[in-house]
Antibody, heavy 123, light 109 residues
Framework: EVQLVESGGVVVQPGGSLRLSCAASGFTFDDYAMHWVRQAPGKGLEWVSLISWDGGSTYYADSVKGRFTISRDNSKNSLYLQMNSLRAEDTALYYC????????????????WGQGTLVTVSS | EIVLTQSPATLSLSPGERATLSCRASQSVSSYLAWYQQKPGQAPRLLIY???NRATGIPARFSGSGSGTDFTLTISSLEPEDFAVYYCQQRSNWPPQWTFGQGTKVEIK
């Protein structure tokens, strides 16, 4: 059974930093690209970032480019999101999600999601 | 940025009725469109990808159609568990700036 478990969400002040983690199990983690998707309270979904199966390619939404860094450790079946210079508008539930397609071609659809970890940016 | 506009915002229907949800893109996304279902307090679930392909384990009452800028998700006969919010998502552009629609809530009439 595929499981994705996020952690690391807390209340942080504007301008602060935070690192989210996602522990994956139930599938061959290093076969798949992975994503972060967020959802502000009571709002819709926003794609945040993509990392290739080997970590060699990373992509970001314009809204977080230059502030967030996605990474992975395939030896630990783990995905990360380093979040710097946090703003109030970054307040959201952050989901890690698995790409539907294995290998070097990213389908860009998300077939498994974690339950999310809540990041609140507030003074 | 490709903007996806979903309509209607809310659809009030009874179990057994047919639901038709629309998603319109601000520019062509070819067939690179997915649909997700989200229930309160739960993560989204992938229903349809590439406009018309059902994801693994999705019942046949869910179907998707369309290409270019206009897409439809149809639920042929609503089951009680289908009342939820539905989002469309495009993965057309590269480098990725993938976007979601604002959602359609299907509620019990």
């Amino acid at each position: 059974e595929v499981q994705l478990v996020e952690s690391g969400g807390v209340v942080v002040q504007p301008g602060g930093s935070l690192r989210l983690s996602c522990a994956a199990s139930g599938f061959t983690f290093d076969d798949y690209a992975m994503h972060w998707v967020r959802q502000a309270p009571g709002k819709g979904l926003e794609w945040v970032s993509l990392i290739s199966w080997d970590g060699g390619s990373t992509y970001y939404a314009d809204s977080v480019k230059g502030r967030f860094t996605i990474s992975r450790d395939n030896s630990k079946n783990s995905l990360y999101l380093q979040m710097n210079s946090l703003r109030a508008e970054d307040t959201a539930l952050y989901y890690c999600a698995k790409d539907i397609s294995s290998g070097s071609y990213y389908k860009g659809y998300f077939d498994y999601w974690g339950q999310g970890t809540l990041v609140t940016v507030s003074s | 940025e490709i903007v996806l506009t979903q309509s209607p915002a809310t659809l009030s229907l009874s179990p057994g009725e047919r639901a038709t949800l629309s998603c319109r893109a601000s520019q062509s996304v070819s067939s690179y469109l997915a649909w997700y279902q989200q229930k309160p307090g739960q993560a989204p679930r992938l229903l349809i990808y590439d406009a018309s392909n059902r994801a693994t384990g999705i019942p046949a009452r869910f179907s998707g159609s369309g290409s270019g800028t206009d897409f439809t998700l149809t639920i042929s006969s609503l089951e009680p568990e289908d009342f939820a919010v539905y989002y469309c998502q495009q993965r057309s552009n590269w480098p990725p700036q993938w976007t979601f629609g604002q959602g359609t809530k299907v509620e019990i009439k």
